[in-house]
Nanobody, 123 residues
Framework: VQLQASGGGLVQAGDSLRLSCAASGRRFTGNGMGWFRQTPGKEREFVAGISWSGGSTLYADSVKGRFTISRDNAKNTVYLQMNSLKPEDTAVYYC?????????????????WGQGTLVTVSS
């Protein structure tokens, strides 16, 4: 089972990026999915979550209104559209699959993790 995150890179403040997370080895159509991020010396923090159907989403206050999580179950892929990026968004972003069907910010409910993709936002 593998979650492959991609789409990170170096951008300027105000720019946009779209991260993708492709799953292989099993389908996650019955799982809530989420994105987390981590910077050196800090704990991994919740960014966004989405229900198994895509009908319900949850966001951290710091990204609400700027980031959009979505999923395409036919492609077994989850996306994170990031707009109006800020230097404080700089982090390694991880996608994860939860053992619940609803979106959740509880990191302990996530059982499968991708390898991370680096997003760097310059000022």
């Amino acid at each position: 089972v593998q979650l492959q995150a991609s789409g990170g890179g170096l951008v300027q403040a105000g720019d946009s990026l779209r991260l993708s997370c492709a799953a292989s080895g099993r389908r996650f159509t019955g799982n809530g999915m989420g994105w987390f991020r981590q910077t050196p010396g800090k704990e991994r923090e919740f960014v966004a979550g989405i229900s198994w159907s895509g009908g319900s989403t949850l966001y951290a206050d710091s990204v609400k209104g700027r980031f959009t999580i979505s999923r395409d179950n036919a492609k077994n892929t989850v996306y994170l559209q990031m707009n109006s990026l800020k230097p404080e968004d700089t982090a390694v972003y991880y996608c994860a699959a939860a053992r619940v069907v609803t979106p959740t910010a509880d990191i302990d409910r996530y059982t499968y993790w991708g390898q991370g993709t680096l997003v760097t936002v310059s000022s």
